[in-house]
């Protein structure tokens, strides 16, 4: 079992920027990747960004070039730099680990909302 609290979440400006954390409770070299999905009512969960074991990132064609998915691995925490922020960014944003045969965990989720 793997405890993700994540943070970061809030009300920002179009255009504005927030950074998402996200601390695992685990060694994060444990798991075969880290990163964030978003979900809006009514709609799927989707990735937004996701970073492997081994350092490789992988970006929704959404928001690449305006987020970057980042980790500090002596505190096994990932981080979400969110730029450029649109209103279709609003969503809850969370926190996943897929630990192989482990499974996946889900962080509580943190609201952005971007609105003016």
């Known amino acids: 079992q793997v405890q993700l609290v994540e943070s970061g979440g809030g009300l920002v400006q179009p255009g504005g920027s927030l950074r998402l954390s996200c601390a695992a409770s685990e060694s994060m070299f444990r798991f075969n990747a880290m990163g964030w999905y978003r979900q809006v009512p009514g709609k799927q969960r989707e990735l937004v960004a996701a970073?492997?074991?081994?350092?490789?990132?992988n970006y929704a064609g959404s928001v690449k070039g305006r987020f970057t998915i980042s980790r500090d691995n002596a505190k096994n925490t990932v981080f979400l730099q969110m730029n450029s922020l649109k209103p279709e960014d609003t969503a809850v944003y969370y926190c996943?680990?897929?630990?192989?045969?482990?499974?996946?965990?889900w962080g509580q989720g943190t609201q952005v909302t971007v609105s003016s």
């Open positions: 996943h680990v897929n630990w192989g045969r482990r499974g996946d965990y």
């Open positions: 970073i492997t074991s081994g350092g490789r990132t």
